[in-house]
């Protein structure tokens, strides 16, 4: 059995003012750093295989976190691909109805932005990586990548209110065997220490 932790980059200028972020590079706001700075991983969690999404925000967490780069930089954890709503606020194409959006209870695993990616379509990414993970790994990433691999561990099918809520500086711990399931405990938030504490060897 492989232990995978999955995290979600800290805050972005667009994540404060609503806007879909998707595959846009945004980086992290100055507040951001500070607090990342000042949290760590849990020693538990210090030795394992660390993977980051491409994406700078996901990166820069990374580093911050563990105050080393990341043994791997993994296209597959990249964002979901919002297409034409990237840089776009949620509430204003939930106001107008000619837009097409959904909120998350009413998504489905085909609901796709114009020009963007399913759950299905992430998934269809994220499985052959999932497949392949040999050690323990704390993956850095996104919402949206961390939504679907909760999903497919609870079997929940993107419809109702999901069964787990995604929270910032925390891990969320699943076991890979043939599939995913949640461990337990599922969260584990990231401890006070900063960066000098990760290094521990």
């Known amino acids: 059995m ?7 980059h800290g805050r972005t200028a667009w994540n404060r003012e609503g806007r879909i972020q998707g595959r846009r590079d945004i980086p992290l706001e100055a507040d951001a750093v500070s607090e990342l700075a000042a949290l760590c991983l849990p020693r538990e969690w210090q ?6 999404s491409p994406l700078a925000r996901a990166v820069h967490t990374a580093e911050l976190i563990t105050g080393r780069a990341p043994d791997v930089i993994e296209p597959a954890l990249i964002e979901m691909d919002y297409g034409e ?9 939930g106001a107008d109805q000619s837009s097409g959006f959904r909120h998350l209870p009413d998504w489905g695993w085909d609901y796709r932005p114009p020009r963007g990616e399913s759950p299905a379509d992430v998934w269809l990414r994220l ?12 993956a850095v ?18 419809k109702g209110t999901p069964p ?6 925390s891990l969320y711990h699943l076991e890979v065997t043939d ?4 461990a337990v405990p599922l969260r584990i938030r990231l401890e006070k220490g900063g ?6 060897t």
């Open 2 to 8: 492989i232990r995978l932790a999955i995290i979600r």
């Open 47 to 52: 030795h394992a295989t660390l993977i980051s």
């Open 85 to 93: 709503w990237e840089g776009l606020r949620s509430v204003d194409l």
């Open 127 to 138: 499985e052959p990586w999932v497949k392949s993970l040999r050690t323990d790994t704390v």
């Open 141 to 158: 990433c996104h919402i949206g990548v961390i939504r679907t691999l909760l999903a497919i561990a609870y079997e929940w099918p993107f």
């Open 164 to 169: 787990f809520s995604i929270k910032r500086n």
């Open 179 to 182: 599939t995913l399931t949640p």
């Open 195 to 200: 960066t000098v504490q990760s290094r521990v």
